[in-house]
């Protein structure tokens, strides 16, 4: 497959098979009629960038019914009003700056700019989240992000004096469009800051269920400094975040406008020890997730030999590939505790796991409860450890590796 950034050959690492949409949770009636696309992963040799092969067309994912709401965490809540502040003080941001957000969702990063009275616009395709952003008093438009876009916007609005995004970027297949979009937008003193799941991570942790239909690039600051530069900005500082199970947040700039860091050097310098810049690294990455692939299954079938009742805690897009890459069924798992409506009383995507409240969750009396939001330990195991003690309960997790762990 011809690499999405450089056209170089790209070479393929891992092969899911088939997969579903990871945010098609379903009704009933929905089931028989599921689309499914050819999941696989593949290094770019010239660019570095890891990528999928195939992605679906953004519509069967970015839709009026789109199932990931932000703010249902309270932490990622704080996170992003830290991130939206360290921006305004950097860039020394007042009201008669313009701020924009590519893929605002609910508008958990933009109602912090909002709130300090910026000049805003949220760009956000999916309608049911777009409107919850402007629920919120946000100006948010409801279309994909891209070069013709940002053309309109500059048009309309002026120049932005920043252009923010978190977890979108990795969405996006159409990646020059977007800095072509960036560029035409930006003021040229202006910073370009988003943050997606790291390489580097994903990698370390074999965090392999960040690979799912929407996360077409799985970014390191070796290949986004090799798009950037494609677009005559640079890299100007990284700052390593421990969302998502660990990203990177990116300031890119116009070139020789502003002083690139020490630490891009450092991390450019930690990447090449990690060898995420060589094909070697990713060929051991398949046999990897194999082992937790084997010891996952393999916990699951002695639980349930020994009449253990396993619940899951979080219906992440991430489940999906965990659930239809290994095989895991509604035999295995009894369902899935959720607190987001719109994923309520349906089923997994491939699998059909049921997805039940959040309130049935403590009455449902487990013994193990897996732990799919693991990107979230923290927080979910604060909140349940009273309740999982009280019961004698374990969590089984499976990143970095396959363990049941007392509460
Ligand atoms: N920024 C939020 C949402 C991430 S989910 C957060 O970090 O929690 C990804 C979002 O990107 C979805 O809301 C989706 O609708 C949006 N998206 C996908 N493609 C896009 C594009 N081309 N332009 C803008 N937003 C896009
Ligand atoms: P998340 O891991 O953020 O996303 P992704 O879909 O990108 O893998 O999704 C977390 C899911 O877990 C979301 O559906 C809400 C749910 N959740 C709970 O049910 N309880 C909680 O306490 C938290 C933090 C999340
Ligand atoms: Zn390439």
């Known amino acids: 497959m011809e690499c999405l950034v ?99 969702n609910d508008g958990i990063l933009l109602q912090n700019f909002h709130q300090a009275g910026i000049r805003h616009l949220g760009v956000e395709p999916s309608l049911n989240v777009a409107e919850a952003a402007r629920a919120k008093g946000l100006n948010v438009v409801n279309e994909f992000f891209d070069k013709e876009l940002a053309l309109r916007t500059s048009r309309e609005h002026g120049k932005a004096n920043a252009i923010v995004s978190a977890n979108v970027m990795c969405h996006i297949p159409y990646i020059h469009s977007v800095f072509e979009g960036v560029t035409t937008l930006l003021d040229e003193q202006g910073v370009f800051v988003y943050e997606d799941p790291y390489l580097g991570d994903i990698m370390s942790k074999t965090s392999f269920d960040q690979i799912y239909d929407e996360h077409v690039f799985y970014f390191s600051v070796h290949s986004v400094n090799y798009v950037a530069s494609m677009h005559g900005m640079e890299v100007v500082d990284v700052k390593p975040q421990v969302t998502h199970g660990g990203s990177m947040r990116y300031l890119i700039a116009f070139k020789n406008q502003k002083e690139v860091s020490v630490t891009v050097k450092e991390v450019l310098g930690r990447e090449e020890k990690q060898g995420l810049n060589h094909h070697e690294t990713f060929l051991d990455y398949g046999r990897k997730v194999d082992v937790i692939k084997n010891d996952l299954v393999k916990t699951l079938s002695d639980l349930k030999v020994e009449g253990k009742k396993v619940v899951a805690y979080g219906a992440t897009s991430k489940s999906t590939t965990v659930t239809n890459y290994f095989g895991i069924t509604p035999e295995m798992i009894e369902f899935i505790s959720d607190t987001t409506p719109t994923k309520h009383n349906k089923f997994s995507p491939g699998t059909h796991i049921p997805v039940r409240p959040y309130e049935e969750f403590h009455a449902s009396n487990p013994d193990v409860v897996l732990l799919f939001a693991w990107n979230h330990a923290r927080e979910i195991m604060e909140k349940e450890r009273e309740y999982m003690l009280a019961g004698n309960r374990q969590w089984l997790v499976y990143i970095p590796e396959v363990k049941l762990v007392e509460p």
């Open 6 to 104: 450089c056209n170089g050959k790209t070479e393929k690492f891992i092969d899911f098979g088939m997969q579903p949409i990871a945010n098609a949770f379903m009704t009933k009636d929905q089931m028989g009629n599921e689309y499914f696309f050819k999941m696989a992963v593949a290094y770019c040799p010239y660019c570095h960038m890891v990528q999928l092969t195939d992605q679906p067309d953004r519509e069967k994912m970015f839709h009026e019914n789109y199932a990931f709401f932000s703010s249902t965490s309270q932490y990622m809540q704080k996170h992003f009003q830290d991130f939206a502040q360290s921006i305004i003080e950097q860039q020394g941001l007042k009201d008669d700056s313009f701020v924009l957000e590519i893929g605002c």
